[in-house]
């Protein structure tokens, strides 16, 4: 037991950081101040994009026949913690989730085209699973895929389908067969082309960041570009979920944040006399966050850790997802509370504290409980896979 | 990064599974309870000749010194159990300091016999409204062949059957360490009930002499000396919270999966089942911060702030679980006929021990007003 990362670990923590700032480059950073590239697909975002792709650092955990690098899963939570808190928008679920799934289940000739495009930096993919009326229950979508020779066509609509503006593909789970048994088994997972004729994309704007509505119009999908077996969709869903939990809640930014506003405390002059950090209902919320904040960064390295060791657990990889994002929350606020009326001056106005990243994160924050699988499915995960306790209804 | 446990740890964790398991029936347990001053006598032998009362004395000195770490594990067994035997006073406080700052006399004299069973050496570190015994406000004055010693200290366990009990000081700037017998001249032992039912002692000491072979350590050593015990009592009782919540969230999971009401299982109900699921997430979240504490202060490692913060977690899920316990039970929670109300005492009985989550908030946040401050020049 010693729970420390080894001299080896902080190496590759600092490489990662380090280069991270030479991706951050002020042109990027000018880019970013647009809503709708806060999350990539810019011209330098693709830029830095395809250096890190070229500089080797995409696709570290793949495996060394798709050029990977097989990093243990603690080393690829180090990259991905470094990356996150540099704010780069690197699209994890692209690279993390969605690839190795296409490499192990993907056409020949679209593997090449997909996973190559991807590790180079040259290629994102956006996720098409929910719908207006599917989101918890994501096994209840609706948008058809019909085979028609060697082609499928495709009708529906995907919500909060997110870089879809500027993706390459979409990662799209239609239904197949609308008599199975049970609804998820009728689904098949393909691979959309976003300049094939058919798709559509409308912008969503949120309380934080831009996302989508992507419209399916009789789009005819040669079937090299369908991924598994048909009807066998849904376990290439459910298969990298905690991957992508993983890479959903990291403790590197938030403690930059925390770090940010213990130096703005202790700089900033309380009305009083002495500086904020000293009110003791100051410390009290930093006490606090500081407390909750070390246990995101144990259930992190304990996952990663675990994940080099077998399989994880269901019942712990819940538990990650609902304390991470509910502490997250309340982290925002107790942060944002020692700011005060400060805290809610807008990035790039004057006077916003730690160029309103904060104000930033809470709207961003909103979407951590219920995105990536509502934490009350995953409470019920917990109490049945943790507990042995009966299905609630 | 490594969270793996060693297969001599796990051996000994199973070992004092097996036998904490022996000796811990409700019926077993109801006997002890009828006891003054709680104490498992036949089950504390049958730890020592299993070595598990030395998991952390040195073999020189009679144990099979496995480690700091081993005797948490032991701990989160007893809370797992609720075995009246104490672990924490007299392995973790006494012994633990014993061990790592007493004389080579002193290992000789006491270690050994505290790993064999015969004699037990506790520890009483608190005083009224003062949990920190690095800061006493007993007093200690220097005399020929030792100190006299004045002072109170509250809620001892065992303080009538020990052989001594360790206790701080302060002589002026300095500080005391010493072993006070406690039927030596100016002791009083007076009763005082605690909410997990046992009977513990109120120490009043009135110019007790401490002769020099009784003293452990003075001055700056004496300061680390209770810093440490502080930091390894907190972590001890992290880690028989971590037994004790773990194992009430499991008695609650499987009583709401049988229990019926409006025909089907209380625990099909998402409103019990999902507060069950958050008892579950804090004992995880409360595993953690103790495994690091522990494994800090068994590397010998500064472990200040990983403590601290390993006490609050361990203040607030003693508190959470417990109720939360409770209140899924209904009235069989609150039944003494049903196990679980020894839980719900010796949770608060551990979260208020050592300093509460409040009190300890508190001191977190001055440090890191300090760390702040200091970085802002």
Not at chain 1, 30 to 45: A, C, N, Q, T, V
Not at chain 1, 92 to 118: D, H
Not at chain 1, 198 to 206: A, I, K, L, Y
Request: hydrophobic share 40%; glycine share 10%; with cysteine.
């Amino acid at each position: 037991m010693n729970i420390e990362l080894t001299t080896q670990q902080k190496a590759l923590q600092m490489e990662v950081r380090e280069y991270m700032k030479t991706v951050m480059t002020p042109e990027l950073l000018e880019e970013m101040k647009i809503d709708d590239l806060k999350e990539g697909g810019g011209p330098e975002f693709r830029k830095q994009y395809a250096r890190m792709g070229a500089d080797g650092w995409i696709g570290l955990s793949w495996s060394k026949e798709l050029g990977g690098r097989e990093m243990s899963h603690v080393e690829q939570y180090i990259f991905t913690d470094e990356v996150v808190r540099s704010g780069f928008a690197y699209p994890f679920l692209t690279t993390e989730a969605v690839t190795p799934v296409i490499a192990a289940n993907a056409n020949a000739e679209v593997r090449e085209e997909v996973v190559g495009g991807v590790k180079q930096g040259k290629v994102t993919i956006a996720i098409g699973y929910s719908e207006p009326n599917a989101g918890t229950d994501l096994a209840s979508l609706t948008t058809r895929a019909e085979r028609d020779g060697d082609h499928w066509i495709i009708n529906g609509q995907k919500m909060w389908t997110s870089l879809g503006n500027f993706a390459d593909y979409v990662w799209l789970a239609a239904r197949t067969d609308p008599d199975a048994s049970k609804k998820h088994k009728g689904l098949t997972m393909f691979l959309v082309p976003t300049n094939i004729k058919g798709f559509s994309c409308n912008p969503v704007h949120t309380l934080g960041v831009r996302t989508n509505a992507t419209f399916y119009s009789d789009i005819r999908l040669p079937d090299k570009y369908r991924v598994g077996e048909v009807n066998a969709g849904w376990k290439l869903i459910t298969g990298q979920l905690n991957i992508e939990r993983l890479s959903l809640f990291t403790h590197g930014q938030v403690d930059s944040l925390y770090q940010g506003v213990c130096e703005w405390a202790a700089e900033t002059p309380a009305p009083g006399g002495g500086k904020i950090i000293e009110l003791p209902w100051v410390q009290h919320n930093l006490a606090k966050v500081k407390t909750g904040l070390e246990v995101v960064k144990l259930i992190c390295w304990k996952q990663a850790w675990t994940m080099d060791q077998g399989p994880l657990n269901m019942a712990d990889a819940s538990v990650a997802k609902v304390y991470s994002s509910e502490f997250f929350v309340e982290l925002y606020r107790m942060l944002l509370e020692v700011m005060g009326q400060a805290g809610t001056i807008a990035t790039h106005s004057p006077g916003a504290v730690l160029k309103g990243k904060l104000e930033f994160r809470w709207r961003v924050g909103a979407v951590l409980t219920f995105g990536g699988g509502a934490n009350e499915v995953q409470r019920d995960i917990i109490a049945m896979a943790g507990l042995w306790m009966p299905r609630t209804r | 990064m490594d969270f793996t446990i060693s297969e001599e740890l796990k051996s000994a964790q199973q070992l004092a599974q097996q036998i904490l398991g022996d000796f811990t029936s409700v019926d077993q347990l109801k006997v002890i309870e009828k006891q003054a001053e709680r104490m498992d006598t036949a089950l504390w032998r049958a730890l020592a000749e299993a070595g598990l009362l030395g998991l952390d004395i040195p073999e020189g000195n009679g144990g099979i010194g496995l480690g700091f770490y081993s005797l948490t594990m032991l701990c989160e067994e007893v809370g797992r159990t609720v075995a009246s035997v104490p672990v924490i006073p007299v392995l973790v406080s006494a012994a633990g300091t014993l061990r790592r700052f007493g004389s080579d006399a002193q290992k000789d004299h006491w270690l050994s016999a505290i790993a064999s069973g015969a004699t037990l050496v506790t520890a009483a570190l608190e005083e009224y409204n003062n949990d920190d015994p690095s800061m006493p406000g007993s007093s200690a004055q220097k005399m020929d062949g030792g100190y006299s010693i004045s002072g109170t200290k509250i809620c001892v366990s065992q303080a009538q059957s020990a052989a001594r009990i360790l206790v701080s000081a302060r002589a002026g700037d300095d500080l005391v360490v010493a072993l006070v017998d406690p039927r030596a001249a100016g002791v009083t032992l007076n009763a005082q009930l605690v909410t997990t039912g046992e009977t513990r002692h109120e120490l009043v000491m009135n110019k007790v002499q401490v002769p020099t072979a009784d003293i452990i350590v003075t001055g700056r050593e004496a300061t680390e000396a209770m810093e440490w015990a502080l930091q390894a009592t907190r972590t001890a009782l992290s880690a028989m919270a971590v037994g004790v919540c773990d194992k009430m969230m499991r008695i609650t999971g499987s009583y709401t999966s049988e229990r019926e009401q409006f025909g089907r299982a209380l625990a099909t109900f998402q409103a019990v089942s999902h507060r069950v699921a958050d008892c579950y997430k804090d004992v995880e979240c409360l595993r953690l911060v103790t495994q690091q504490a522990a494994s800090l202060l068994d590397q010998g490692r500064p472990a200040d702030e990983a403590v601290l913060m390993a006490k609050i977690w361990c203040g607030d899920v003693t508190h959470r679980v417990s109720q939360a316990s409770q209140h899924c039970h209904g009235g069989t929670g609150v039944d003494r006929d049903y196990v679980l109300f020894r839980y719900c005492e010796l949770a608060r009985q551990i979260e208020l021990t050592a300093g509460s989550s409040a009190r300890l908030m508190g001191e977190l946040g001055q440090d890191i007003c300090a760390e702040y401050l200091a970085k802002a020049g």
